[in-house]
T-cell receptor, first 113, second 110 residues
Framework: DSGVTQTPKHLITATGQRVTLRCSPRSGDLSVYWYQQSLDQGLQFLIQYYNGEERAKGNILERFSAQQFPDLHSELNLSSLELGDSALYFC????????????FGPGTRLTVT | TQLLEQSPQFLSIQEGENLTVYCNSSSVFSSLQWYRQEPGEGPVLLVTVVTGGEVKKLKRLTFQFGDARKDSSLHITAAQPGDTGLYLCAGDPNAGKSTFGDGTTLTVKP
């Protein structure tokens, strides 16, 4: 158990809908990262937050947004969903701003039908 | 163009064999991490290498960081079925954008 929790574990929704994925980092970690993992694209970095502020952005679509709250949990919002958004979404956390040693949650499997 | 190139992409071996997988880049990294991921689960951190030329051992796994800090290797001695999984290397060469290689899928047959 990494200490990182993610909910829900599975999510099935229709095209055009909006969903919210939730992540709680390990106790003491200030950074949260979001990743998308598809069968054909590997682990793609989406965005990083550090202590409530956006720190780095990867290949995150404009339809996607995220935030980190004062209690350090984070939410990833996915809107206007398309079939191609079906993937595993992972959250990871680390102690500091740098990307050393990230601890991953169990992931949320999103299926868009 | 992938910043971190891992090879081979797939590897299938018999229990007891030795193997080496590679993680290469044209960029210099301040550190590299290795993770193992099982199907449907999140990656699990195995090790971090920081110093050029550094060698770290984790039971039957040996990790090496290249002298120029552009590449790394993972050697497994006497592989076991429990070593089966996706091995990922990761680093942060610039602008704080976490980067993962596409991984090596290892299958160890009993």
């Amino acid at each position: 158990d990494s200490g990182v929790t993610q909910t829900p574990k599975h999510l099935i929704t229709a095209t055009g809908q909006r969903v919210t994925l939730r992540c709680s980092p390990r106790s003491g970690d200030l950074s949260v990262y979001w990743y998308q993992q598809s069968l054909d694209q590997g682990l793609q970095f989406l965005i990083q937050y550090y202590n409530g502020e956006e720190r780095a952005k990867g290949n995150i679509l404009e339809r996607f947004s995220a935030q980190q709250f004062p209690d350090l949990h984070s939410e990833l919002n996915l809107s206007s969903l398309e079939l191609g958004d079906s993937a595993l979404y992972f959250c990871a956390s680390s102690i500091g701003q740098s990307n050393y040693e990230q601890y991953f949650g169990p992931g949320t499997r999103l299926t868009v039908t | 163009t992938q910043l971190l190139e891992q090879s081979p992409q797939f590897l299938s071996i018999q229990e007891g064999e030795n193997l080496t997988v590679y993680c290469n880049s044209s960029s210099v990294f301040s550190s590299l991490q290795w993770y193992r991921q099982e199907p449907g689960e999140g990656p699990v951190l195995l090790v971090t290498v920081v110093t050029g030329g550094e060698v770290k051992k984790l039971k039957r796994l040996t990790f090496q960081f290249g002298d120029a800090r552009k590449d790394s290797s993972l050697h497994i001695t006497a592989a076991q079925p429990g070593d089966t999984g996706l091995y990922l290397c990761a680093g942060d060469p610039n602008a704080g954008k976490s980067t993962f290689g596409d991984g090596t899928t290892l299958t160890v047959k009993p």
